[in-house]
């Protein structure tokens, strides 16, 4: 607004009069639009307005060069700037919603503990377990395993534990009572806690006052060597002893060394008698065994015990056969039969027993670099998949034709794998989600045929694979590191 403004509504605008015009350089309010406004008149009536280029000196040019160059360099570390910090913000929020995450369950599933023959399952009964009918929906029956092999039960947390009995030496007449830190012996007292311990899954032994576990300050230094025993075979009614540079069988003489065996640290048998130790002369059918200069990573003088007293070089389905040959010389044989079985002399149990350094728990068999549980009762692919879980292990899955060879020789009856079609019919996937292709399938002809009714799969004694309802009790197979 130009001049100045009266308060009166009849006052109109006149030339000359109000504020005075500064001269044309001055004005501080040179109007967009040089007309007058409309129904008004002109504050400068009478005198004509020239607009032009404003002039523009070098220096000037190139100072208004320069700090716009500045400007944009400003601003682009100010950008910069502003971006490393908004990338620092962002890696800061997603570490703090990793942090939010829980972390991977550390327990199975929940199951009910069944059993087929009293058609109930497992249920407290005060701080006792009993046995009633099975009701799913229930938290009072279910049941989990967590690491270590505990069975946590559902509706309490409690996990499941042997009654309280009292540690007793009949020499001393005592039994064991907590002294300070270590254990002592004294007078025994049914009714003191501190005379009181318990069996907790995974062989921990608990003590009933202090809630601790019995554990000793160090590990005992192991054996170099198993104690002496002779292998023998029941079939033959013989021991195994040298022939030669070959092994051969002969009556069994507990006296003499050239009898004797023990076991050495990395599956190595040693004969006494020569200080040499068991060993193939290639991992084949029909390979002769004999004594060799001993080498612990020799995987020609490496041996294993598979179940029913097989005794095998260790990471193949070959065994150590007698019988086979006609200069009754001992060699590697793909037979399970009776002459493939030994014994430690004098006992019932297979010479693995025998061992402290074999590479898989006693009961396992070892083939290339894992250990193979093979179950003696029935279960659901579901309730085998834990027990599994709760050794360490996982169900089977078979990768070549020599592990399909390994299980051939083992299996007595259809058995799960770790393969199911549950999630997408057809599509077969392991337990880690992967999808199985054809190149790694063994199924009998015929199979996989029971559609959205059979989602898990099954190997056969002959090696091969089908389908059944994931409820149907069959044998398992556990496979896991040594």
Known sequence: MYGNM????????????????PPPDEDPYEPLDPSPPKGRPSPTAGTSVTLGTPRVTPRGALVALVALVALAVTLLLLLGTLGARRISDLEAALEAEKAKEPPPTAASPWFLLYNQHHSGCVVP????????????????????WLPG??????????????PWFLLYNQHHSGC?????????????????????????PGGLLRHAGTGLCVGATRDAPKP???????????????????????????????????QRFQWLPGGLLRHAGTGLCVGATR???????????????????RWGCARGALLGLAGTALNFNFGHERQRRVLLYGGTGNWSRWLAHGSERDVCSKAYFLPCS???????HSCYFFSSFAASWDNSRTFCWALGARLLEVDDSEEKALVQAQLRGPSWLGIRDSDREGTWSRGDGT????????WHPGEPNGGTRENCAAVGPDGLWADYPCETPLGWVCEGAP
Request: one cysteine or more; aromatic letters at 10%.
């Open 362 to 368: 006693q009961g396992w068999v070892f083939f290339r």
């Open 435 to 442: 999808a199985l292709g054809p190149e790694l399938s063994f």
């Open 283 to 301: 991992d084949a059918p029909a390979a002769l065994v004999g004594l060799r200069p001993c080498q612990a990573g020799s995987r020609l003088q």
């Open 149 to 162: 092999g505990l069975l946590r039960h559902a509706g309490t947390g409690l996990c499941v534990a042997s």
């Open 224 to 258: 170099s060597s198993s104690p002496w025993f002779l292998l023998y075979n029941q079939h033959h009614s013989g021991c195994v002893v040298p022939s030669g540079q070959w092994l051969s069988l002969s009556g069994c003489d507990p006296s003499s060394p050239s």
């Open 6 to 21: 009266e308060t009166a509504l009849d006052t109109a605008w006149a030339a000359g009069e109000g504020c005075p015009h």
């Open 125 to 144: 009964s005060g701080q006792w377990l009993s046995l009633s009918h099975c009701d799913p929906s229930s938290p009072s029956q279910r049941f989990q």
């Open 176 to 200: 064991v009572v907590p002294s300070g830190q270590w254990l002592s012996l004294s007078g025994c007292d049914p009714s003191s806690p501190s005379q009181r311990f318990q069996w907790l």
